[in-house]
């Protein structure tokens, strides 16, 4: 009897693109994907922990399965940062099968295979390499017109609320020539958007190569296509990497790490930027594409913020002009220095301000929205449903065509006719 198996994901890209690398490896050995975890034989959970929250609906997640188990015979494989940082609190839970490091998430179509045949999991002879972070090279991305094609892994930088450089790692990178080989795979997949994704993109060095080095030769490769930067660190930014975006191949988004506007925060979160640096990056892309757009990432109520340093976050951010924002209230993460830390934040303050924040940023969003109204946006259609087609303007703009000829993953231009308030990210075409 043929098994079924499906990948549960929690997390950033970078998790995503490993996951969709497993789910290839498993699809060529004959196991049969589902996207239902309850009708699966094999579960295999990608966990995150960036904050409380995720460590929380990672433990409801293997709560699930644990009760699931009782009714079925099920294979549940834990994996992913809560699996690395936090392995002996999730030991000693039932229902799991098998604890995968980072470093071996790659191995587990092996184990599942071995697991099969023999009856037990082998994974005691298994060395680890330093290619062993790279061994991910999915072929398919179920539901997306996106690829995603990781190239840096890891983090040397040691925030202090941060708790990914113990789940990931030291910062690596992909070999050059590697990169390009695997970009090439992805074009001939069919893909028209590839996001290069790692922990730390911007730290990115092979050979003598750098980010925006990568970037030049990736564009040098012919066909029609657009790239995506997952996400940049103000400091490490090489901002002549902004002139690539004129062409259109490189897309006019960044999505920047700034988690506060404050420099004095900035400056106890261990972070080498400051809010001016933020906002002289955004001024200069507009220079290059007028309607660049701008997503991040925010922490409130980090220990020791003042109302004054919210406000200058809240500056920040109107400079910068973010229409998306992952608003973030602090978390204290057991063993960063951040967790110690006097003058913790307390709850209903940072909720009193991720909420003005989250207001701050529909404001935002909203005005920017305003100014392609009437305008024309090239989009890649990629989900349909009722009211039309969903797809992705070059700025990250999600439109919403009501035109369902449009085909997927065919770049198409559309006229912006109206905005959608609910949604801070997506406008309406005719």
């Known amino acids: ?93 039932n229902g799991i099968n098998l604890i995968v490091d980072n470093k071996l998430k790659h191995k587990i179509p092996e184990f599942v295979d071995y697991y099969l045949k023999n009856g037990v999991f082998e994974t005691g002879k298994v060395k680890v390499t330093r290619s062993d972070r790279f061994e991910f090279e999915p072929e398919s991305f179920p539901g997306r017109t996106r690829a995603f094609l990781k190239i840096q892994d890891g983090c040397n930088r040691m925030c202090s609320f941060c708790k990914v450089p113990f789940a990931r790692g030291g910062s690596i990178s992909l070999e050059t020539d590697e990169i390009i080989r695997r970009f ?64 259109g191949k490189l897309s006019p988004h960044l999505h920047i790490s700034i988690q506060s506007g404050s420099d004095r925060i900035i400056k106890m979160m261990k972070r080498h930027y400051t809010s001016s640096d933020v906002i002289k990056i955004a001024e200069k892309a507009r220079k290059y594409v007028s309607d660049f757009g701008f997503s991040g990432d925010v922490i409130v109520g980090f220990p020791g913020e003042s109302e004054e340093d919210f406000q200058n976050t809240i500056k920040t951010v109107r400079n910068v002009g973010f229409f998306r924002l992952h608003i973030f209230p ?11 830390f006097p003058d913790q934040v307390d709850y209903n303050t940072k909720k009193e301000r991720e909420h003005i924040l989250t207001e701050v940023v529909k404001e935002l969003s909203t005005k920017f929205k305003t100014n392609f109204l009437g305008k024309k946006l090239r989009i890649l259609p990629e989900e349909y449903c009722e009211e039309g087609v969903y797809g992705y303007a070059d700025n990250y703009l999600r439109v919403l065509s009501k035109n369902p000829t449009l085909k997927r993953n065919e770049f198409s231009y559309v006229e912006i006719t109206d905005i959608n308030k609910d949604d801070v990210t997506t406008v309406i075409s005719s």
């Open 184 to 247: 090439k795979r992805l074009l001939d997949l069919g893909y028209k958007e590839i996001v290069l994704t790692g922990v730390n993109i911007t730290s990115y060095y092979w050979s003598g190569n750098t980010l925006k080095d990568l970037i030049k030769l990736i564009l040098d490769v012919k066909g029609e296509y657009r790239i995506r930067l997952s996400s940049i660190m103000p400091d490490e930014f090489d901002t002549e990497i902004l002139e690539f975006t004129k062409d």
């Open 330 to 340: 602090f978390s204290p993460r057991k063993g960063t220095p951040a967790s110690a």
């Open 1 to 93: 009897m043929t098994k079924r198996f499906t990948v549960v994901t929690h997390g950033c890209k970078l998790n995503q693109f490993e996951s969709a690398a497993i789910s290839t490896k498993l699809s060529n050995i004959g196991i049969v994907y589902t996207e239902d975890y309850k009708s699966a034989d094999i579960v295999i959970f990608n966990s995150c922990t960036v904050t409380n929250t995720a460590d929380k609906k990672a433990i409801k997640f293997i709560r699930q399965i644990e009760r699931l188990k009782n009714n079925k015979d099920i294979i549940f494989i834990v994996t992913g940062c809560l699996a690395q940082t936090d392995r002996e609190k999730i030991l000693g839970m």
